[in-house]
C-alpha cells in the first residue's frame, strides 16, 4: 500500500480519484468473483436475506468505492506519509467506539496503548511544527517536499 501511494504520488497525479478507484474495483472483480465461488461456492445457492444484501450493498458503495476514492481525493492533498499515519488512529477509534457503544471494558493497558498511537501519530505528521507555508520566509516560497510532508 505505502508504495502504491508513493507512486500514484509521484505518477498518478493527473489521474481523478474516480479514474483510479474505477480501475482498481474493476480489475478485482474476475480475481475475487473466482476465489469466492472457489470458497464458499456458487453465489445462488447461498441464503440472500435482504440484510445480506442491503449489508453488501452498503460496504460495496460506502466501504469500498467512497473508501478508495477518499483515500486518493486525500493523497493528493495530504500526502503519503500523512495518509498512511491515519490508518494508524483507526484502531484506536473503533475501540473507544466499541466502549461507548458497545459497552466494551477499557483498560489500563488499552489507554497506555492509545496514548502510544497518539503518540506515535504526531511525531509523524510532526504537528507540534507550522506548516511549511506558515514558515517560509518572505520572497522565498516554501518547496514541494516541505509542503508535502
Known amino acids: ?3 502504491a501511494y508513493v507512486v500514484m504520488k509521484r505518477q498518478g497525479t493527473q489521474l481523478h480519484p474516480s479514474v ?3 480501475g482498481q474495483l474493476v480489475s478485482a ?17 447461498l441464503p440472500w436475506t435482504r440484510t445480506a444484501i ?7 458503495l460506502l466501504g469500498s468505492v467512497a473508501g478508495a476514492w477518499l483515500n486518493y481525493w486525500l493523497l493528493k492533498r495530504i500526502g503519503a ?4 499515519s491515519m490508518g494508524l488512529i483507526e484502531p484506536l477509534i473503533a475501540v473507544v467506539l466499541g466502549a461507548f457503544f458497545l459497552d466494551e471494558r477499557l483498560t489500563l493497558r488499552t489507554g497506555i496503548g492509545g496514548i502510544c498511537i497518539l503518540i506515535a501519530v504526531s511525531v509523524v505528521l510532526d504537528l507540534r511544527k507550522p506548516p511549511a507555508s506558515a ?3 518572505a520572497g522565498k516560497p516554501a518547496t514541494s517536499r516541505t509542503a508535502n510532508r
Open 81 to 84: 506519509t500523512k495518509l498512511l
Open 29 to 45: 472483480v474476475i480475481p475475487l468473483a473466482i476465489y469466492s465461488a472457489i470458497v464458499e461456492g456458487p453465489p445462488l445457492s
Open 54 to 60: 442491503l449489508s453488501g450493498v452498503y460496504l460495496a
Open 1 to 3: 500500500m505505502a508504495i
Open 135 to 137: 514558515k517560509a520566509p
Open 20 to 22: 483510479i478507484t474505477s
